[in-house]
């Protein structure tokens, strides 16, 4: 599994928690002085808006977690994992390669459409899902291959943008689809996957608080590697869920196609939640390898999300839906 090449890693993508937790001290402290001055990748240059950013004690895991799951109180994975341990087929196959092969991603540009069983249809610019009011969120991501990391996002809820369309009473799913663009996504040459790739969410999973489209991570604006430029997140679901480059989010009647359920239907059902009592046909999902330890942790129920999200599955077998 572990398939990172060191050389390809960027010196100025290694950014420890100490340098990261400085960074948003000076970042607090050019807040106050209301000066603009920042340097080059700072998240602040294209956010008019402050960030409220996690607390140094949160980050080192004395504070406890907050009840509404917005902050896990967990050791951070370090930047350079995350930037380079990376599942986005339409770069690579290779999770150590996607970094490379998708360095230059070309993102402005930028539109998402949201269109559908709505009121208001519209096409957003990149520039204004950046002045939706952003946030950092601190959350667990568990693939289904069975790894898992702690990552600080930058985003806003993604109820905040259904709103502004106005989802009609027929609107039951949302259905989102990546960029289809072989010239700058050269993997969609092949076919290993069917493109655009594509997910879809329950009408109330996507209203939840906990789901968010990310424009960034550790304060800074969100590399190609992890979605660029704005990518959905979903905490309490296997991490393929969470569909990167984002151009369209539709509104529908009934439950959309998404690409790994295509591709195996068996394998990968439409709600893939989190869920270590029901196995991946090939592989136990009971436990799993946080990047960067060696000792396997026990995968918890809904991905440690079961105050904020359960009741959303009340009754349902979650072996027949999984
Ligand atoms: N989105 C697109 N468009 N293409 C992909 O291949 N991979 C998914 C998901 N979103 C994928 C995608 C999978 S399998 C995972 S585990 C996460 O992205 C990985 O996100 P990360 O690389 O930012 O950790």
């Known amino acids: 599994m572990e398939n990172r090449k060191p050389a390809d890693i960027d010196a100025s993508e290694i950014t420890d ?18 000066t603009t001055a920042a340097t080059g990748l700072l998240y602040r240059k294209l956010n008019p808006q402050p960030v409220e950013t996690t607390k140094r004690e949160e980050l080192a895991g004395f504070a406890k977690p907050t009840s509404d799951g917005f902050r896990a109180n967990e050791k951070l ?57 952003l946030e950092e969120r601190v959350y667990r991501l568990r693939c289904v291959e069975g790894w898992s990391m702690v990552i600080p996002w930058i985003g ?16 039951k799913y949302v259905a989102f689809q990546t960029l289809y663009d072989p010239k700058r996504m050269p ?29 960034g991570l550790y304060g800074e604006v969100l590399p190609p590697q ?17 569909i990167k480059s984002i151009v369209k989010i539709q509104l529908v009647a009934e439950e959309p196609p998404t690409t790994w359920n295509i591709q195996a239907s068996n394998e ?23 990047i960067g330890e060696f000792r396997m942790r026990e995968t918890l129920m809904f991905n440690g999300y079961s105050e904020q ?8 077998d979650l072996e027949q839906y999984f």
């Open 226 to 242: 992890d979605g660029a430029p704005i990518r959905l997140v979903v905490p309490w679901k296997y991490g393929f869920k969470s």
């Open 268 to 290: 990968y059902g439409f709600y893939s939640n989190v869920n270590p009592e029901v196995s991946h046909p090939r592989w136990s999902q009971a436990t799993e390898r946080r």
């Open 17 to 34: 928690k100490r340098v990261y937790l400085n960074r948003r001290l000076f970042m607090r402290g050019a807040a106050l002085a209301a």
């Open 156 to 171: 806003f809820p993604l109820a905040k943008l259904l709103e502004e369309v106005e989802p009609t009473e027929q609107a």
């Open 187 to 215: 993997n969609q040459r092949t076919g290993v996957l069917d493109w655009p790739y594509v997910e879809g969410l329950r009408l109330d999973e996507a209203m939840h608080p906990l789901t968010i489209l990310a424009t």
């Open 309 to 316: 999200v359960a009741h959303l599955y009340q009754g349902m």
């Open 77 to 133: 994975t370090p930047l350079a994992d995350i930037t380079n341990y990376n599942n986005f087929y339409e770069f690579s196959t290779d999770k150590g390669a996607v970094a490379s092969e998708s360095k230059g991603f070309v993102t402005k540009p930028w539109t998402v459409s949201v269109e559908g069983l709505v009121n208001k249809p519209r096409s957003f610019d990149l520039n204004k899902l950046l002045s939706f009011p």
